[in-house]
């Protein structure tokens, strides 16, 4: 049964340049400000990309740990760090964003084509990721662009185990070039093959750019939860930019409580997701 919607904000992500969309949070007081708004509205979970001083995406080790100290210090917010950085990071400083702590952190399931470029994920990266997490502790995200992914992911829990927690959550990445596209059908398709993960298997979604909409209609609908943010969006109708995260956020519970799914508290969404209390 179909409870409360879990609200995922991505603040900020790897591929936006901050001289083109100047409401982007790049700052450690820039995303500690939006993280405290987003969770004032309904967010129970932030996807963490951080920035260095040239507003450049960065894996820096102090900086992360920094600002895992930071959130869990302003907000009860699920601090999810991403593990896919952007397209150009190196394997090794991917799988050490895991030293940082976070409660949980994204783990993309395959490799695909990401507009120009090619966002690698190797079979062997996977699992070092999936068994690293089981060690310690931490909850991943799978991310899903494509529904062979969910292929993968079904033969990495068969031959390595269900994640911390034992709760499985997937986060459909859709519109992205070279990915599934942002469609009400193709969500359909990829939730029906949740059938074939593990019992209570829960879902979010977002869609990239012009198809947030329909995505984020479309997962209310068929029981899903929601990730919204300037990570994936940045245009919020026609001519009209992002102005803010809150802005999304604030969409995003509003559709939710429209489809009679309020927002799940953060301990909701621990409880949901398998991650500890906070303090753990
Ligand atoms: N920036 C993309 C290449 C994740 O955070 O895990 C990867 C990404 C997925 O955003
Ligand atoms: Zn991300």
Redesign the pocket.
């Known amino acids: 049964m179909t409870t409360g919607t879990l609200i995922t904000v991505?603040p900020t992500?790897?591929?936006s340049a901050k001289a083109e969309v100047p409401a982007l949070p790049v700052t450690l007081d820039e995303l500690l400000l939006t993280a405290k708004e987003c969770e004032a509205l309904g967010a129970a979970v932030i996807?963490v990309?951080i920035r260095d001083d040239e507003a450049k995406?960065t894996l820096d080790q102090g900086r992360l740990r920094e600002t895992v100290a930071a959130l869990r210090e302003s907000t009860d917010l699920i601090v999810q760090l991403?593990?896919?950085?952007?397209?150009t990071d190196p394997e090794a400083d991917r799988l050490a964003v895991l030293d940082a702590g976070p409660d949980m952190?994204?783990?993309?399931m395959g490799t695909l084509n990401?507009g120009d470029?090619v966002?690698l994920n190797r079979w062997e990266f996977i699992v070092d990721l999936h068994t690293r997490m089981q060690e310690r502790r931490i909850v991943p995200e799978y991310?899903i662009f494509d529904l062979g992914h969910l292929t993968a992911l079904q033969r990495l829990l068969g031959k390595y185990g269900l994640p911390a927690g034992g709760h499985v959550h997937v986060d459909f990445?859709m519109g992205v070039p070279g990915g599934m596209p942002g469609t009400t059908s193709a969500l359909v398709a990829a939730h029906q093959a949740l059938r074939d993960l593990p019992e209570g298997t829960t879902f979010s979604a977002t869609g990239i750019g012009r198809s947030t909409i329909p995505v984020m209609l479309a997962s209310l609908s068929a029981g899903g939860h929601l990730r919204v943010g300037m990570?994936d969006t940045v245009t919020y109708a026609k001519g009209r930019p992002v102005e803010s995260n809150m802005q999304l956020v604030a969409r995003a519970v509003g559709f939710a409580q429209l489809a009679q799914r309020p927002p799940l508290t953060t301990a909701e969404a621990r409880g949901l997701l398998g991650v500890p209390a906070a303090g753990r």
Do not use: L, R
Not at 105 to 108: D, G, N
């Open positions: 991505a992500g790897a591929e996807h990309h995406p991403s593990s896919g950085g952007a397209v952190a994204s783990c993309t990401f470029d966002f991310e990445v990570e």
